[in-house]
């Protein structure tokens, strides 16, 4: 009997689909033990019956075995698809670091929903007029971004922007095999390859204006860390697996830029920026000197990590 | 405000806490919504065992430790005051007010300072009130959807 899977996309950008696309050969060898029964991003399938002739009320999901969920959940038909999603599927998995800890659109969360509206919305200059977001045809913004998590009871986690293909093929693959999982947990410090030299006096961050010192044609191994040169590297605060399992480097580090942090914190519940900021301020950086410190949690601002006040007001 | 004020203090062993002592010993008067956890330094404080205590409810957070120069361990307190500047920037992050946390530095001598720190953070608390992260989340349009604060 084949596996069943459904897929559904949230607040995200379908980089994950692409990710599952991207396993190539492995693909071809899955496909005949499972049977996709639902993915909107990818295959035709009507939420309320092929003609729309289906009860308004009620999302028509199939049942299956397996949820894929990319994206995080911003507003009411994110929430009535995530839950829908959670009744119909048996085991379900948060694909993507927009599911497991919001990703970039949780970057919102450090403003008002009423600053961005009229910022992006009604006050930007643009030569079309835009229909008003406030109407009433689209879904009601929930009170802040949160991660599938927060809603809805999520059985694997594969953090990753995206996550790489072996991970998700090996997130199929246990399933098929009725055995957890072995998924990376520690550091991109963990999987880098770069030399170290010992803490220097960094005594200030480098903007990335200018190229790490490297020898190019030489392998990543032979450059010096790049926390160490000086750059904002969020490789000691992020989780593993950018680099697959037979990557040279992680990804940034083999494009020779410091790590973005793209799989979120090493432990699911750890916060990047609280634990960069206090290691550097240990070293003896002024954490004041960093530009866009918010930026240090550009994947993970759900959790309540990133929180403007008036979201706070609007949980009381 | 609904309930007693709670205010944790991490008080250094050789500064904080004996100024605490005395301050019990000379029968000081000093709000009882205080809570306080002795440390060898506080320079051994990290930034999470702060984000900690606002997560499990804590109303406002105090390091106490030996004045600049006067550190049992030569620069623990200089740490200290390195690294819990990132529990400001922190505190802004997450929509709570960066006055619930302070950083005072008090000798073994001065129970009068000491009392001073807390009534003034008491103050502090009952003026901005309880902390947002110990009201239980109410159940809003998002249903039962729980508040999981994922700091530390």
Known sequence: ?316 | MSGEPKILAFGCNWCAYAAADLAGSTRLPYPPSLRLVRVMCSGMVHPNLVLEAFNQGADAVLVMGCHPGECHYRDGNRQAADRLAVVEEMLTMTGLEPERFALVWCSSTEAERFVEAVRRMHQTVERLGPSPLRAPAAPGPEGGGKEAEGCG
């Open chain 1, 1 to 316: 009997m084949r596996l069943r899977v459904a897929g559904e996309w949230l607040g995200s950008c379908a980089g994950c689909e692409m990710a599952l696309l991207n396993l190539g050969q492995t693909l071809l060898d899955l496909l005949p033990r499972l049977e996709f029964v639902h993915l909107p991003v990818l295959v035709d399938h009507k939420y309320f019956g092929p003609t729309g002739a289906g009860d308004p009320g009620r999302l028509d999901i199939p049942a299956a075995e397996v949820g894929l969920i990319s994206g995080h959940i911003r507003n009411a038909e994110h929430l009535e698809l995530a839950r829908a999603m959670r009744a119909r599927c048996r085991v379900l998995i948060a694909l993507g670091t927009c599911a497991t800890h919001g990703g970039i659109p949780a970057l919102a969360n450090q403003f008002s929903d009423a600053d961005i509206l009229e910022r992006y919305y009604r006050d930007g200059a643009t030569t079309d007029p835009a229909p008003d977001p406030d109407d009433p045809v689209l879904p009601p913004l929930l009170s802040r971004a949160f991660a599938l998590d927060e809603q809805v009871k999520v059985d694997l986690s594969l953090p990753g922007c995206p996550p790489h293909p072996d991970q998700i093929a090996e997130a199929i693959t246990a399933l098929l095999e009725d055995r957890p999982p072995r998924l990376p947990s520690k550091s991109v410090c963990d999987t880098c390859p770069t030399r170290r030299e010992g803490k220097g006096a960094v005594g200030q961050v480098r903007r990335s204006l200018r190229n790490p010192d490297h020898q190019a044609g030489q392998p990543i191994s032979e450059m010096r860390c790049l926390l160490e040169q000086g750059f904002l590297c969020l490789g000691p605060v992020t989780r593993a697996g950018c680099a697959g399992s037979l990557g040279e480097a992680p990804r940034c580090l083999v494009a020779r830029t410091p790590c973005r942090g793209c799989y979120g914190p090493v432990r699911a519940a750890g916060n990047p920026m609280l634990d960069l900021l206090n290691a550097l301020a240990s070293n003896g950086l002024d954490i004041k000197s960093l530009p866009d410190r918010p930026g240090l949690l550009r994947f993970a601002g759900a959790h309540g990590r990133l929180m403007h006040p008036s979201r706070r007001a609007a949980v009381r």
